[in-house]
């Protein structure tokens, strides 16, 4: 790094942008340092679908073709009404350039961007959850709940969630609340009996929602996995897992006879986990010598699917600008190049989430006119095929 001097960096966090981050700049010669209160490599939540933007960081990790290897190539997204009507369907090969996506079991990625973090030289400190961070003289200096203390780091990156801790404490404003709507989510074999090489979601009305995703398989695995959404809304939740089983089954059985197979597997609520979405918005992303990435700066609705490659753009958007520029100047450019995507796809998800989960069904004969006549404009069509692949904005390599 000629004419820029090492820094020494605490990345806070081990889900997607932290680790990515810390093995980009550990690689352009910064000392690393990673703090994650998991005691261990845990990774929780269902399948996600890997983005040709977010594949453009894993080739730049180097872990690409290991990470492909585990996942289920995604050609089109496909959504039908109850009635098994075409209402939406998108290709990535629309854009051409073999573009695909890639249902992917979310541990795949962690074991693989630790593995990378290991190579980079990036020390980790399992079980430390950060307590407090304070900018002093010689830099920040971190202290854990239990007490531990470590000091002199020029740059901390926030990197731990949706949830952060470190966010308000360290004076960022912005919006933080969590949505009504959520789902129930299982990954269990698929058995041939739902499509592959697509993500298919069926929909009756806004508060009916299901989606299959391929999710490749786990690193030993050999049988191809299939992740389960059902929509529901979280006040509901107590009372729906109050009720024996084979009603929820029943539930999606009476849209998606072909589930069940899938829903065989399931034999106990512990199966079926619950997932919460949370809306985060940030005014600016960094200060001095710190700086907000992944969904700690920008968690938003899942519905286009792009936390996780959302997360890894950022981290490679940082360590580009901190290889470029001295560090402040660095921190208030990642800022600016991130702010038009990351305004995009947030007001985007926000804008779209109504239409799929929410009370308001009056919406439904709006959606269907409004989503059937959309994608046979071709200009149109290409637009959301491109929001779809994650590549608004996006800055090739």
């Not at 990036?122 to 854990?144: P, Q």
């Not at 897992?241 to 072909?258: F, M, Y």
């Not at 619950?274 to 992944?294: L, Q, S």
């Not at 006119?369 to 095929?385: E, G, S, Y």
Request: glycine share 10%; aromatic share 10%.
């Amino acid at each position: 790094m000629p004419g820029f001097k090492k820094l020494k960096v605490a990345v806070v966090g081990c889900g997607t942008g932290g680790p990515a981050a810390a093995t980009l700049l550990a690689r352009h010669g910064h000392e690393v340092v990673l703090f994650e209160r998991a005691s261990e490599c845990r990774a929780v939540g269902a399948g996600f679908l890997l983005q040709p933007s977010g594949m453009a960081t894993l080739c730049e990790l180097g872990i690409y073709e290991q990470v492909r290897a585990c996942g289920a190539r995604v050609e089109r997204l496909h959504v039908v009404d109850e009635h098994e009507n075409d209402f939406l369907d998108l290709y990535y090969a629309e854009l051409g350039d073999d573009l695909f996506g890639l249902g992917l079991h979310r541990p795949v990625l962690l074991h693989y961007l630790i593995e990378a973090m290991d190579t980079a030289g990036v020390e980790v400190r399992w079980g430390w959850e950060v307590g407090e961070a304070v900018r002093e003289s010689k830099g920040w200096r971190v202290e854990s709940e239990s007490g531990e203390i470590e000091d002199g780091f020029d740059l901390l990156i926030v990197a731990d969630g949706a949830r952060s801790t470190l966010r308000a404490k360290l004076g960022f404003r912005g919006t933080d609340r969590g949505y009504p709507w959520g789902a129930h989510w299982f990954i269990g074999k698929n058995g041939g009996t739902l499509p592959e090489g697509e993500l298919f979601q069926m929909v009756k009305g806004t508060k009916r929602l299901l989606g299959f995703l391929p999710t490749g398989r786990e690193i030993d695995g050999v049988d191809p996995l299939v992740s389960l959404f059902w929509s529901i809304k979280l006040s509901d939740d107590d009372v729906i897992r109050s009720r024996p089983l084979d009603e929820w089954k029943r539930s999606i059985l009476e849209l998606c006879p072909r589930a069940d197979f899938l829903l065989s597997q399931i034999d106990d609520w512990s199966q079926v986990l619950t997932a919460r979405y949370g809306d985060v918005g940030m005014n600016h992303w960094h200060d001095e010598g710190v700086v907000v990435i992944g969904d700690a700066g920008h968690a938003m609705s899942p519905q286009l699917g792009q936390g996780v490659n959302l997360a890894l753009a950022d981290a490679s958007c940082l360590a580009r600008n901190l290889a470029e520029y001295p560090l402040n100047q660095a921190l208030v450019r990642y800022s600016k190049d991130r702010r038009w995507p990351l305004a995009y796809y947030r007001l985007a998800s926000s804008q779209l989430t109504p239409w799929f989960q929410s009370d308001m069904e009056w919406l439904t004969p709006f959606r269907s006119v409004f989503f059937r006549a959309t994608q046979r404009l071709p200009p149109a069509r290409k637009f959301m095929t491109k929001t779809m692949a994650g590549l608004v904005g996006f800055r090739r390599l």
